[in-house]
């Protein structure tokens, strides 16, 4: 049988100018290896609960209480719950609500030369991490930008590190992917 290949869209909501990411994923990867898969290519640190939406049911982490319904992402593969052209929600973070539209682009035949996953294509950088959702994150980058905002110097310390909301590099994030296999 030859290995698949899912093509993913993958756009955060809520954020303009698009955060996007495009990642190649085979098709057996179960959803909890999806969800690392996200993580890596969104830049996010996985500090926070997830789920994924596909047709209807909702897919994570089992919930020990009880109190959120959710199938275990490690018992779905990919190839189960989705074809070409499903689209999913994927959320990370439930307080701060970052959702991102995931859109099967292709179905492709793995290239046996091609360590998968990868990140063939994207634009600017994720958010920060607890930056505070979409409307933060908003706030966030006014304050950056603009030297004379009076939370200027503080989002910079806050930060702690260089930040350039423009920045993507699809070969540093697919180096990142390869620790998944």
Avoid: N
């Avoid at 993913?8 to 969800?35: M, S």
């Avoid at 689209?87 to 973070?93: G, I, K, L, N, S």
């Avoid at 292709?106 to 996953?117: F, H, K, T």
């Avoid at 908003?138 to 930040?163: K, Q």
């Amino acid at each position: 049988m030859t290995r698949r290949v899912f093509q993913l869209r993958v756009t955060l909501g809520d954020v303009t100018p698009p955060v996007w990411r495009q990642v190649l994923v085979p098709a057996a990867y179960t959803l909890d290896r999806v969800h690392r898969v996200m993580q890596f290519a969104m830049g996010w640190q996985d500090c926070h609960l997830h789920s994924f939406e596909i047709e209807g049911a909702q897919y994570g982490e089992p919930d020990p209480d009880g109190d959120l319904p959710l199938l275990d992402e490690m018992d779905y593969r990919l190839d189960e719950v989705a074809g070409p052209g499903t689209r999913m929600c994927y959320v990370y973070d439930f307080g701060a609500w970052w959702e991102h539209e995931v859109v099967v682009e292709e179905v492709l035949p793995a290239d046996p030369g091609v360590r998968y996953p990868m990140c063939v294509a994207g634009e600017r950088a994720c958010p920060p991490e607890d930056v505070g959702g979409p409307e933060g994150y908003a706030e966030f980058i006014t304050a950056l930008v603009d030297p004379s905002h009076p939370r200027h110097i503080v989002m910079w310390d806050w930060i702690g590190r260089p930040y350039d909301p423009a920045q993507f590099d699809p070969d540093q994030v697919s180096t990142l992917l390869r620790r998944l296999t």
